[in-house]
């Protein structure tokens, strides 16, 4: 007997999708499960970051509105990625309990809820911030379901290089929500975020790698080895330290964040040398943990400079 694949079960179950999420017997907590709310934190506060750092202002409760955009639209990627990747997720410990192969929720529920999620978002977002924050959004969505889910994932040990990007653009749509635009202050922002999350999921993938061989993922350790991993995580942290400092340098930023910059990135490198030089799991799992504790560290940081400058200057941008 033949099984049917994800991508072929996408039209019956989109047609399906109201009635499956009535219909289903899951609870309230899986469908919240379905919105991966440890990644969408993280999304939401970038997100906030560059909201408050950009130029001009906007009503604090258009704000709102447009942090909850976000929020919603990471949820809306998390919950259709669970969809497509339920063969995955049931053959790894870490994945195994989600609702889906946990079999507390049908499929079409689960796919459903994220295009409905991922429509909402993008629409409210233009009506209540503007069309260019919206398209971001859109754009971000669009890349992590169909560029890194459906096309890179299963393919390549680029997935998580390319498809870092969809993780990047959180501070350029809180940029674009206040100035209808992009500049260069946000871009550099994505950049960060972009060099960040190679080394923060090969850290992961390290101590996850026969899990993910097992299910036919490609992640670098298991194609070119934990060897060339190690080497690849350090090249990336040096670049990625290089590249946080840039704001400070070229004054984008002010020295609260070019100090935070200095100090966590000499930690992350050092973190990234032991993994490096240690053969075991246990310095590959602190990297993954600091690497968190890291951006949301610097990125606040470069809240506080934004915010402590505003007041020197008696709120004017």
């Known amino acids: 007997m033949s099984r049917t694949t994800p991508a072929q079960a996408t039209a019956t179950e989109t047609g399906v999708a109201a009635e499956s999420i009535a219909e289903s017997g899951a609870e309230v907590g899986d469908f919240i499960t379905l919105l991966k709310p440890r990644v969408m934190s993280l999304v939401v506060f970038t997100g906030f970051a560059g909201l408050v750092i950009a130029p001009g202002s906007l009503h604090p409760v258009l704000a709102i509105v447009a942090l909850l955009c976000i929020a919603v639209g990471a949820g809306a990627s998390g919950a259709i990625n669970m969809w497509y990747d339920r063969d995955i997720d049931a053959g790894m410990s870490r994945t195994a309990g989600r609702p889906i192969p946990a079999g507390r929720m049908e499929a079409g529920a689960a796919l459903g809820f994220g295009v409905t999620l991922a429509i909402g978002s993008v629409a409210v977002m233009g009506l209540a911030a503007n069309w260019t924050a919206a398209a971001l959004l859109a754009l971000t969505i669009g890349f992590y379901v169909f560029v890194y889910t459906i096309w890179l994932k299963r393919r390549t040990p680029q997935n998580i290089v390319i498809g870092g990007a969809a993780g990047a653009f959180p501070p350029m749509i809180g940029w674009a929500a206040v100035t209808g635009d992009v500049s260069v202050m ?75 910059a200095i100090f966590l990135g000499i930690v992350f490198i050092v973190a990234a040398l032991r993994v490096w030089r240690e053969k075991g799991d246990r310095s590959a799992k602190a990297m993954f943990a600091y690497s968190i504790l890291y951006l949301f560290l610097l990125f606040t940081s470069l809240i506080a400079d934004a915010l402590i400058l505003g007041i020197a200057t008696g709120g004017t941008s």
């Not at 999921?201 to 060897?227: Q, T």
């Open 186 to 260: 946000p871009i550099l922002l994505f950049g960060i975020i972009f060099m960040w999350t190679p080394p923060h999921f090969w850290a992961l993938a390290l101590y996850k790698k026969d899990e993910y061989a097992a299910v036919g993922v490609p992640m670098l350790p298991v194609v070119a080895g934990v060897e060339e991993t190690r080497r690849q995580i350090v090249l990336y942290s040096v670049l990625l330290v290089a590249l946080t400092i840039v704001p400070w340098v070229f004054g984008y930023a002010g020295a609260i964040y070019g100090v935070a």
